[in-house]
């Protein structure tokens, strides 16, 4: 079954701490990104990655960090220096023909 | 820099009534837009892309280079239609190897019985 599977689907995170939604996606797809959901805010590109070990920051990068050792593999990792975490995070990738498919997307909290 | 202005948050038609949402577009480049739909507790998927010229679920778009816009166009309205929409635009030069996607903020439509 294809897909991009996002985990975890819910996340609860204590002030100061860091944490680290995965991403994981076994299309072949070389490119790979990482979106923020807000309400009424759309989707906000954080960082993608078009191939393997090199990515690019997006339009609201800071607070977040990302690695791509792996093609199959784009985790994000949201750090204590990210201001306003609390959102709804979407990753997606992209092959041949540039459709981009969305994962089912992660909820993080702030507690 | 790229950039897609959806200018309504929240559209409301009745069943049957034709729809347009509206999509802007600014990029010094050669765009490549595209609409995405996000229909309650699913994923966001693709609905349509300039370059393909199709219509899919009866919904049409057409890139107005002059005007830098790219509404989507339904004559008739469904229920089933209620969902959040999204215009987006990619670099489409370099054959593609620019794979930054710019997301516009999104309308929400509904359809009322």
């Known amino acids: 079954d294809g897909g991009i599977t996002q985990s975890p689907k819910y996340l609860f995170r204590k002030e100061g701490q860091n944490v680290t939604l995965s991403c994981e996606q076994n299309?072949?797809?070389?490119?790979m990104y990482w979106y923020r959901q807000d309400p009424g805010q759309g989707l906000r590109l954080i960082y993608y990655?078009?191939?393997?070990?090199?990515?690019q920051k997006g339009d609201i990068a800071e607070g977040y960090s990302v690695s791509r050792e792996k093609k199959e593999s784009f985790p994000l990792t949201v750090t204590s220096a990210q201001k306003n975490p609390t959102a709804f995070y979407l990753c997606?990738?992209?092959?041949?023909?540039?459709?981009?498919?969305f994962g089912e997307g992660s909820w993080l909290t702030v507690v | 820099a790229q950039r897609v202005t959806q200018p309504e948050k929240l559209l409301s038609v009745f069943k049957g009534a034709p729809v347009e949402l509206k999509c802007n577009y600014s990029?010094?480049?050669?765009?490549?837009l595209f609409w995405y739909v996000q229909y309650s507790r699913q994923r966001l998927q693709l609905l349509l892309r300039?370059?393909s010229r199709e219509s899919i679920k009866g919904f049409t778009a057409d890139l107005n280079k002059g005007e830098t816009s790219f509404h989507l166009k339904k004559p008739f309205a469904q229920e089933e239609d209620s969902a959040m929409y999204y215009c987006a635009l990619r670099d489409g030069s370099s054959g593609g190897s620019n794979y930054k996607l710019t997301f516009g903020k999104g309308t929400l439509l509904t359809v009322n019985p």
């Open positions: 997606a990738s992209t092959g041949i023909g540039n459709t981009i498919y």
């Open positions: 300039h370059i």
């Open positions: 990655s078009q191939i393997v070990n090199d990515f």
């Open positions: 990029y010094s480049g050669s765009p490549e």
């Open positions: 299309l072949n797809h070389d490119a």
